[in-house]
């Protein structure tokens, strides 16, 4: 039970209650919520004049107390600054709360039947239970420097809000090139904070310009096995054999130069255990390896990267490696597969030039994918030429088409076809012969059904 109100005074007069406020039950029983029959309340009321002061036509008046026979609820805030709001709402009442200083961005509640928020104004109807107002939580960042050093180790930013200005760590010889997540998503002032606590990385890069001593081998050596990348941009050509290990992320931006392999005999230039992307420049094997060995559980990525290997393959992909092919990149070989893909590999092709000079441009034992399927067909985006005399393809494992063209030289342009698994839905495959200077070629691509 409460006092809702007082009523019955005149206009010149006014009250005041000095131990009770309107709405708080008069009588409560913590284990039951209820009033108990005989349940006696004091009241310090004083009525006064208001700024009318007396007047004598208002001397008679009859003093009402309005009760409520209602359950009274309480009102709990989380994750909001109180600045004395309501802590009390009626049964079957419909309550306004404006919020103010620290709004929240967003609300929810519980033990309301239903309730609206139009920052910032929330409106409580018809209370069913307690109610508990849930402001929109704060979380922590966590910075990982990845060897460097910041003035900031944490930060604590509310849901759904800008995450503000990031620190800009420093490391010895190295220079900070941003703050990613852990899927290796880059992150600004302009990030908005998720429902959870986050881990930001630092990734650093590293520049081998044309006077510099620091050899690539160094470089790659002092690299933390931690799975974070670090950026090496390379402003020279270079003669170097190089190893990435098993927990390495390195990006190798070659920046139009050319990669040489140091050393003569049966040696890769690029032995991948880790995850390595090259981009923009030139790779170029004459040894009696292929020019690229990508091992294990290792992910290589080609990006607008040449490969030319004279002797061997262009890239040995072994084990449950995955490589990529993208952009324009362009490989060959000229005494072996250009791609040799082991069983259990996988090679994903979204663009570029494979060639074969002598031997197939592609052999296959594992999973083969050309292309992206999306309910499109580029048959220009991806070339797989045949050697002389060869297949384009040595398809003795899983091969997915959608996009590109595949040219046998003389030879069909996929041995063992039915290994195909799957091509873009509503397409078929068109096979064509084309004679060019007294060669045969074959060529395989996907065209459209008609409706």
């Avoid at 039950?25 to 913590?30: Q, T």
């Avoid at 098993?246 to 230039?269: S, W």
């Avoid at 990508?294 to 061997?312: A, P, Q």
């Amino acid at each position: 039970m409460v006092i809702s109100d007082i009523t019955g005074l005149p206009s010149n007069l006014k009250y005041s209650i000095s131990n009770y406020d309107l709405k708080e039950p008069l009588c409560d029983d913590s284990t039951s919520s209820q009033c108990k029959l005989g349940t006696t309340s004091t009241l310090h009321l004083k009525i006064e004049y208001d700024e009318n002061g007396y007047d004598e036509n208002n001397t008679d008046y009859a003093l009402n107390l309005n009760f409520d026979f209602k359950r009274v609820f309480n009102i709990t805030y989380r994750n909001i600054t109180n600045n004395n709001y309501p802590s009390k709402i009626l049964e079957d009442e419909t309550l306004e709360i404006t919020f103010v200083d620290d709004v929240p961005i967003s609300i929810s509640v519980s033990g309301a039947s239903s309730y609206t928020y139009n920052s910032p104004k929330l409106t409580l109807i018809n209370p069913t239970n307690d109610i508990v107002i849930n402001g929109a939580e704060k979380h922590t960042i966590y910075f990982n420097t990845n060897g460097g050093v910041a003035t900031e180790e944490t930060r604590e930013v509310i849901e759904g809000t800008k995450i503000g200005a990031l620190p800009t760590p420093t490391r010895e010889n190295y220079e900070f090139s941003g703050w990613y997540t852990e899927e290796n998503v880059k992150v600004t002032a302009d990030t908005l904070m998720g429902n959870d606590d986050i881990t930001y990385f630092a990734h650093w890069e590293i520049n081998i310009s044309s006077d510099s001593s620091i050899t690539l081998n160094d470089v790659i050596a002092n690299v933390a096995k931690d799975n974070i990348q670090v950026e090496i941009n390379v402003y020279k050509d270079i003669n170097a054999n190089i190893t990435i290990a098993n927990g390495q992320n390195i990006l190798l931006n070659l920046q139009g130069n050319t990669l040489n392999t140091a050393k003569t005999g049966n040696i890769n230039v690029v032995v991948n255990n880790g995850t390595l992307e090259i981009a923009n420049g030139s790779i170029i094997s004459n040894t009696g390896y292929a020019a690229i060995d990508n091992n294990g559980t290792s992910t290589l990525i080609l990006k607008d990267v040449e490969i030319i290997s004279t002797n061997k393959q262009g890239i040995c992909n072994k084990d449950s490696a995955i490589l990529y092919i993208e952009g324009n990149s362009y490989i060959s070989s000229g005494n072996a597969w250009t791609i040799d893909n082991k069983t259990n590999a996988t090679v994903i092709i979204t663009g570029g030039t494979i060639e074969g000079k002598v031997h197939e441009a592609i052999s296959n034992e594992g999973k083969l994918i050309i292309g992206t399927k999306d309910g499109n067909v580029d048959i220009n985006s991806i070339m797989i030429i045949a050697g002389t005399n060869k297949n384009a393809i040595r398809n003795n494992g899983s091969a997915y088409f959608y996009d590109g063209t595949v040219k046998g030289n003389s030879r069909y342009a996929f041995s063992n076809e039915a290994n195909i698994k799957e091509i873009e839905s509503g397409y078929s495959l068109k096979k064509v012969q084309d004679v060019i200077d007294g060669t045969t070629y074959y060529l395989v691509y996907l065209e459209k059904n008609e409706s």
